[in-house]
């Protein structure tokens, strides 16, 4: 195995990074100004996102596998559930926080709220998807 790491090691690894990373963030002195409720909602509008862009590209993946082994599959068979666990993600984490103050640039500049977030999430995310279905597979499935 690559490095040392054993089956699902690098995921664990990554796991743990991420829950370090997460929680020197909570501790540290807010940067830039940014309460610790900001800061709560900054990191979860990344972990939601990833995880969003994990499972649609996930269902996308299978798709094209059973559209070349001529197996029907419809991509967006889950969408509404991924969706709302994205939202469920960040209007839990976000409550209360007004997103200009978080850092700009993506999806929270010019949000209002987190309908706003979520769906410049969802139509970024889903782009960036597409095309990496078509880099990997060629043409999508119709």
Same mark, same amino acid.
């Given at each position: 195995m690559a490095c040392g790491l054993h089956r699902g090691g690098s995921m664990r690894l990554a796991t743990i990074v991420v829950g370090v990373l997460t929680t020197v963030l909570l501790l540290a002195r807010?940067?830039?100004g940014l =309460? &610790?409720?900001?800061l709560v909602c900054q990191a979860a509008i990344g972990k939601a996102a990833h995880r969003f862009l994990a499972a649609e590209?996930?269902?996308g993946e299978r798709c094209r596998?059973?559209?070349?082994?001529?197996?029907?599959?419809?991509p967006g068979e889950q969408a509404e559930a991924r969706e709302a666990a994205l939202e469920r993600a960040?209007? =839990? &984490?976000?409550?209360?926080?007004?997103?200009?103050n978080l850092v700009t640039g993506g999806c929270t500049t010019g949000a209002t709220n987190v309908d706003d977030v979520v769906g410049c999430i969802v139509a970024w995310h889903r782009l960036l998807v597409e095309q990496a279905l078509a880099a990997e597979f060629g043409v999508p499935v119709e």
């Open positions: 807010p940067a830039a =309460t &610790r409720g900001e590209l996930a269902a596998i059973e559209a070349m082994i001529g197996r029907s599959c419809n960040i209007r =839990t &984490r976000c409550y209360g926080v007004t997103f200009a």
